[in-house]
C-alpha cells in the first residue's frame, strides 16, 4: 500500500486553482511563460506557487534567480518563496547535478514531492509540465485532479502539429483546457486554435531582451513579453 | 528531520476508511529514505489518537536497499557507495534524487534501478 497517494489531497487542500502549463513540444518557452506567469500572479497581489515537473531539465529556478533558495522542513516540506513565489523544483535539492530518472523513478518522485510539499493557502498553483504526452503528463494531470491546461506553442508548423495532439489527450483525459498561448508570435496560431475548438489567449513576442533579463525578476516583469502575457491570463480568467 | 511528520500523516490517511478495524500496520521503511523510525513511530502514536486507528499497534520494519544498473547489470547494496550528508538529507525528501548522487560502483552510471527499500510502504492487518 502507497501510504501517498492518500495524502496528496490534503496538501493540496488549501490551493484554489492549478493551471498546468504545458506544450507537445521542448523549447517552446513553456518554462518562462509558466515561471512569468507565477511572478505576474504575485506581483498582482495573487497568493502563487510554482511547480517544477520538467524533472529532467528544470529551470524555473533559473527564471526566477533562485539558485540559492533551499526549502525547510517542517512537518513536511515547506517551500522557499523567491520574489513572492512559493517554488518548487527537484533543481533545489539535486543543485545542478544531471537528474536521469526513467518513467516509474519520474512517477515516484513526482508523488513523493507532492506528498510531501506543504503549500498552505494558495490562490494559484503554476504548475510547469515536462514536455511531451508521456509519463509525466500523464502523472501530472492524474495526481493533480484540479489541474485546469494552459497549453503554449510556437506559431512554427511543427510545434502546432505536436500541440493539436495534446489537445486532443487532454480532452480524452479529461483535462479542461484554459485556452493556447502563441509564443514567439503574431497570432498566426490563432485559427489553428480556432480549428481546435481551444480559446485563444493571445500571442506573446519574440524579445531578445528576455535572455539578459532571466534570473531577475524586476528585469523580467518590465519586458514586453511579461505585459504580452498578463493580457493572456485575463483573458484565461487566471488574473482578474 | 521534522519530515518524518509528513510521511506519518500520509500513513495514517492511507488507512482511513478501511473497514473492519485495524489493530497492526506494518510500515516497511526502505533503508534509501533514511527514515528516522523513533521519530515517524511517535509521529504515528500521536496524529493516531481521536482516529479509528486509536487502538492500532504500528509495527517498523527496514527494508535493506539494493540496486541494479541498467548499463552494465551490476547489483549493489547502499553500504557499497559513499553518500555525503547533503546528498544523503536531499534524497531523504526524495529518495529518486539518488540518480542525482550515486553511480553504479562496477560501471560509473547513474541509469540504475532501485529494486528494493526505497521508501515507505503499508502492510495493514484487518481483524
Known sequence: MDPRLAVIPERLRGVSRIAVFCSGKGGVGKTLLASLTALIAARRGVKV???????????????????????????????????????????????????????????????????????????????????????????????????????????????????????????????????????????????????????????????????????????????????????????????? | MVHEWALAEAVIKSLEGISGGVKLVKVVLGELQNVDGEILLFALEELKKGTQLERAKFELEVEPAEFECNACGATWKLSDVGVGEAEREAIHFVPELAHAFLRCPSCGSPDFRVVKGRGVKVEPAVG
Open chain 1, 49 to 240: 506557487g510554482l511547480l517544477d515537473l520538467d524533472f529532467n531539465g528544470p529551470s524555473s529556478h533559473v527564471v526566477l534567480g533562485a539558485s540559492g533558495a533551499s526549502p525547510r522542513e517542517e512537518r513536511g516540506v515547506v517551500p522557499p518563496e523567491v520574489s513572492g513565489v512559493k517554488l518548487m523544483s527537484l533543481a533545489l535539492f539535486a543543485s545542478e547535478a544531471p537528474l536521469p530518472l526513467r518513467g516509474a523513478d519520474a512517477t515516484d518522485a513526482l508523488l513523493e514531492l507532492l506528498a510531501v510539499t506543504r503549500w498552505g493557502d494558495l490562490d494559484l498553483l503554476v504548475v510547469d509540465a515536462p514536455p511531451g504526452t508521456g509519463d509525466e503528463l500523464l502523472d501530472t494531470v492524474r495526481f493533480l485532479k484540479r489541474s485546469e491546461a494552459v497549453v503554449v506553442t510556437t506559431p512554427s508548423k511543427l510545434s502546432l502539429s505536436v500541440v493539436a495532439r495534446l489537445v486532443r489527450l487532454l480532452r480524452d483525459v479529461r483535462t479542461p483546457v484554459l485556452g493556447l498561448i502563441e509564443n514567439m508570435g503574431r497570432g498566426d496560431a490563432k485559427a489553428a486554435a480556432e480549428e481546435w475548438g481551444v480559446r485563444y489567449l493571445g500571442w506573446v513576442p519574440y524579445d531578445p531582451s528576455v535572455e539578459e533579463a532571466l534570473g531577475d525578476p524586476g528585469k523580467l516583469l518590465g519586458t514586453e513579453v511579461a505585459a504580452k502575457l498578463e493580457e493572456a491570463l485575463r483573458a484565461a480568467g487566471l488574473l482578474r
